[in-house]
């Protein structure tokens, strides 16, 4: 529940358009979730993300982990995390995307304790290349996706405290789906985020990056997991507020359907990305405006 209300500055106003502008190039599924919220809240979301996309490219900048920059690399995300710290706390800042941010922490009151969850496992992502279990990939996306649903719920205004359980659920559910999509591209960083015990038992090898009958059980195994936590994180829309439920229903509904497209290219994540068409957003978007949320079954999506 928002908590403060913050004059905004035109400096803060220029950064929510800043940032609307990033989720808008960047994560274009959030961009057509968010639309369905009042422009008051919307803001805050674009804000999040924002924050959230800085950090990555800090760690996702070519060679950021390589041998020779991976401790300038570091000390970049610490400089960026301070300074985010700084200003959510009510210092003056010169960049307008952080002073958004810092506005939004405060309006909405999230936890600051949610951003040291996060910067911890953007840092984890310039040490740590590879995950062997299922549960040590939960470890890391705790902070990486997990957290970024607990973000999101005093923005959301969920009805009662059950909402946080499947919040979490499906910030775990975007980042696999991420995962899944970007496995070729992910290779390309020296990182593989499918569990090494995943790649054991059903003797498949991202490195090949070939589509072999071991892929494609691997894939199968994944997708079916993914699909899991998206069910879980359905438990939780009934629990928001109508034009929250509505945001949230749009932004999952695109974002399985990325698993959809990886289905339909046989498997093929390394020759390029699979997409949900901008037009498909946009229209589903609209019908979710006009009829509310999707109506799911409780078992399999």
């Known amino acids: 529940m928002s908590t403060v209300d913050d ?14 502008r990033i989720t808008r190039e960047h994560g274009t599924t959030y961009y057509w979730g968010t639309i369905l919220l009042p422009p008051e809240r919307r803001r805050h979301v674009y804000a ?4 959230c996309r800085l950090a990555d490219d ?3 900048a070519p060679g950021a982990t390589g041998p020779v920059q991976v401790a300038e690399t570091t000390q970049r995300l610490a ?21 958004a941010v810092g506005h939004s922490v405060r309006t909405c009151g ?49 009805l009662s405290p059950d909402a946080l359980g499947p919040a979490r659920a499906l910030g775990q559910a975007f980042q696999l ?50 699909r899991a936590l998206y069910v879980e994180a359905d438990r939780g829309i009934p629990l928001l507020p109508p034009s929250s439920a509505r945001c949230v229903s749009a932004a999952r509904t695109l974002y399985a359907r990325i698993l959809e497209r990886i289905e339909a290219r046989d498997y093929d994540v390394f020759s ?14 609209t019908r979710i405006l006009i009829l509310g949320p999707t109506k799911r079954r409780a078992a399999t999506p």
């Open 177 to 226: 789906t991420n995962f899944l999509r970007d496995i070729g591209e992910d290779l390309e960083r020296g990182r593989v985020y499918v569990p090494q015990e995943d790649l054991r038992r059903f003797g498949a090898d991202p490195h090949l990056r070939r589509v072999t009958p071991e892929w494609r059980e691997l894939m199968r195994f994944e997708i079916e997991r993914n």
């Open 79 to 99: 400089r960026f995390a301070e300074h985010f710290r700084e200003v959510a706390a009510g210092a003056p800042t010169q960049d307008p995307v952080i002073a």
């Open 58 to 60: 800090i760690v996702d």
């Open 272 to 285: 390029g990305r699979a997409r949900v068409p901008t037009w498909h957003k946009a229209a589903l978007s």
């Open 110 to 158: 999230i936890e600051g304790e949610c951003f040291d969850r996060f910067f911890r496992a953007m840092a984890q992502d310039l040490t740590q290349t590879t995950y062997e279990t299922w549960d040590d990939l939960l470890g890391y996306m705790d902070g990486s996706a997990a957290v970024i649903g607990e973000m999101m719920l005093p923005v959301l205004r969920p």
């Open 48 to 51: 999040v993300y924002a924050l």
């Open 7 to 20: 004059t905004m500055t035109e400096q803060v106003a220029q950064g929510y358009r800043v940032c609307a």
